[in-house]
């Protein structure tokens, strides 16, 4: 390798899936270099990022593994139930089920996952968070704030050189820097997507009456309005709107958006408000026409970026970084050179038809429950009630939405590397 390495792997992006992934390669003995823009300081305000992630159970085995789960439990909310409804015009939320509904629960597949929930619900901040203390803890270096500026993986190593002018020398650089990725840019590698007509806005609220671990999933033509509990009795909402009524949404006076929720959320819960600042955030599908280039690997929103209608984007980016580290490790284990191209195509071969097809999966779901035709009404009402009634197929739906299908990484099965 040409010069002297400065580490293992350099990570560009300290977010949620690169911070896992960084974990994971320090504890295989891998020397890492985590690079951000963002200072950990302003990652964790509050008003940094007002998404709350139903995050896989099979995830958060993940963290478990890696020693980070308690640091996240105490503001993990178990979800017990999720109850789906079809709406035909933007009323009132209900508690009750409607003509058209489907009701999953976790303990019809109590037997298959040793008792865990669908998943849990957590505010992004608290998982930056936990893992920004879990990188402390374990001495893993990182650089921030810092940006990369370009990446030469022509040689024998990858150099990058940041935007302050040092260079750093890597065997492996990965992008875990988002939609917009330097990395990728940098690796050639260009990207397919669309945006859809939609923007999520997103809000904390407080509730009157406890939710018990329900998500609740309202479909308009508008788009999904979904509840999604948190813990101490909060709840939080991903409410999709057209572009210009997301806007107007955020800009309101509270009291005037206060007005415009409960009228979509109705009473079920009691009294609601709205704690803290809301966020808007334009919609769209995203996919990397590859996921390696010489001596480059991505993960995460870097890699595919979707519609969070099913809740899966940021799963999909944990299972790249176990994925990954699985990969790495082995590769490392067996003295092998862990940026050579047959190394990282073992990774690009696992991940790539699952975030496809994911990635697909989702757009279909979001162009069929995002439209008031009637045709495409009757046809979904058919499937939704089908799948309602034929309990193996909830089940199958809910092990899917677990991550518990298909090839998993042995920190998706809660194994250590």
């Given amino acids: 390798m040409a010069g002297t390495p400065d580490a293992d792997v350099i990570i560009a992006g300290a ?38 992630s139903a995050i ?8 478990r593994a890696l020693g980070v789960a308690p640091l996240l439990e105490p503001h993990a909310q178990r979800i017990e139930q999720i109850l789906v409804t079809d709406g035909r015009a ?39 968070a936990g893992l920004s203390r879990a990188l402390e803890d374990a001495g893993i270096e990182v650089l921030t704030p810092a940006q990369v500026d370009t990446v030469d993986a022509s040689g024998g190593c990858a150099i990058v050189r940041l935007a302050d002018g040092s260079v750093l020398r890597a065997a492996l650089v990965v992008g875990a820097d988002g939609r917009g990725s330097r990395v990728r840019r940098e690796a050639a590698i260009g990207v397919t997507g669309w945006d859809y007509p ?41 409410w999709t709107e057209s572009p210009a009524r997301g806007a107007a949404l ?64 940021l799963n999909m980016g944990l299972k790249d970084a176990a994925a990954l580290a699985q990969v790495l490790i082995e590769a490392l284990r067996l003295g092998e050179d862990i940026g050579a191209e047959t190394v990282l195509e073992r990774y690009a071969r696992w991940r790539g038809v699952d975030n496809i097809g994911v990635a697909l999966a989702t757009d279909v779901f979001t162009r069929l429950f995002s439209t ?46």
């Avoid at 997103?202 to 479909?219: I, K, P």
């Avoid at 788009?223 to 909060?234: E, H, Q, S, V, Y």
Wanted: charged share 20%; aromatic share 8%.
């Fill in 15 to 52: 977010g949620i899936a690169g911070a896992t992934l960084a974990l994971a390669l320090n504890g295989a003995g891998l020397k890492i270099i985590l690079i951000d823009p963002q200072p950990f300081s302003v990652q964790l305000e509050h008003t940094f990022d007002g998404r709350a």
């Fill in 56 to 63: 896989s159970f099979s995830a958060f085995r993940q963290w």
């Fill in 90 to 128: 933007p009323g009132a939320s209900s508690g009750s089920p409607s003509a058209v509904w489907l009701r999953f629960d976790a303990a019809e597949i109590a037997d298959r996952c040793d008792g865990e929930p669908l998943g849990y619900m957590l505010e992004n901040r608290q998982i930056r």
């Fill in 198 to 238: 939609q923007s999520g806005v997103v809000a904390t609220v407080s509730l009157e009456r406890d939710h018990h671990g329900v998500a609740y999933e309202h479909f308009l033509p508008s788009g999904p309005f979904a509840i999604l509990p948190l813990t101490d009795k909060r709840a939080s909402l991903v």
């Fill in 250 to 313: 955020k800009s309101a006076r509270l009291e005037v958006f206060e007005a415009h929720l409960r009228r979509r959320f109705g009473d079920f819960l009691g009294d609601i408000g709205v704690v803290g600042p809301r966020f808007v955030y334009p919609l769209s599908l995203q996919l990397a026409d590859r996921l390696t280039a010489p001596r480059t690997a991505l993960i995460g929103d870097a890699a595919h970026a979707i519609h969070p209608i099913a809740g899966q984007g």
């Fill in 372 to 417: 008031n035709n009637p045709l495409v009404r009757a046809a979904r009402d058919i499937g939704v009630a089908a799948v309602n009634r034929i309990a193996p197929a909830r089940r199958f739906f809910m092990t899917e939405a677990g991550g518990a299908v298909g090839d998993l990484p042995r920190l998706l099965r809660g194994e250590a590397l």
